[in-house]
T-cell receptor, first 114, second 111 residues
């Protein structure tokens, strides 16, 4: 079956522009996560969706970052007024939800802000 | 208190040798400790995970050792192979949700 897919795979933008990153989770997975991976560093949690519950936004670094999820399917991460420090790989993961279930990661979107 | 500290930053091991990567955490509420393997250009993939009710878990050549009192856990890769060359991340969380990752270890296995 298909894994987690993300688009675009690469995005180059100019400072100050808005960008949208898309994640298609594994079908049937109720939980969806966004993480950020800066060059040479570990992943940082950004936001977590579980079913119809209010998302856990505790990892979002600023109000320029937001995310939405349509039901239990596609999610979009939006970064407004991009800054150079936003350059990173943005990874999406999905899981069956609940507790202790494996998170399956997509290949990521590499964002470069010039 | 949310940090997970991982060492070493990089590791070179001869084929057939044992690779050992260590992690330490601070938050005593953490109860799920996975290890992820990441190849260049790919997302991380779960390798093995442990809960604190056991001190060791083995899957094939991969073993996690867990020391609850010291708040440390480690990954051992036995009989390391060139195909194991990748970046390894430890992580920790409460209930398996918002993972807190270590900074990663770049492993190179020399043939």
């Amino acid at each position: 079956g298909a894994g987690v897919s993300q688009s675009p795979s690469n995005k180059v933008t100019e400072k100050g522009k808005d960008v949208e990153l898309r994640c298609d989770p594994i079908s049937g997975h109720t939980a969806l996560y966004w993480y950020r991976q800066r060059l040479g560093q570990g992943l940082e949690f950004l936001i977590y969706f579980q079913g119809n519950s209010a998302p856990d936004k505790s990892g979002l670094p600023s109000d320029r970052f937001s995310a939405e999820r349509t039901g239990e399917s596609v999610s979009t991460l939006t970064i407004q007024r991009t800054q150079q420090e936003d350059s990173a790989v943005y990874l999406c993961a999905s899981s069956l939800g609940g507790f202790y279930n494996e998170q399956f990661f997509g290949p990521g979107t590499r964002l470069t802000v010039l | 208190q949310q940090q997970v500290k991982q060492s070493p930053q990089s590791l070179i091991v001869q084929k057939g040798g044992i690779s050992i990567i260590n992690c330490a955490y601070e938050n005593t509420a953490f109860d799920y400790f996975p290890w992820y393997q990441q190849f260049p250009g790919k997302g991380p993939a779960l390798l093995i995970a442990i809960r604190p009710d056991v001190s060791e878990k083995k899957e094939g050549r991969f073993t996690i050792s867990f020391n609850k009192s010291a708040k440390q856990f480690s990954l051992h890769i036995m009989d390391s192979q060139p195909g194991d060359s990748a970046t390894y991340f430890c992580a920790a969380s409460r209930r398996g949700n918002k993972l807190v990752f270590g900074a990663g270890t770049i492993l190179r296995v020399k043939s």
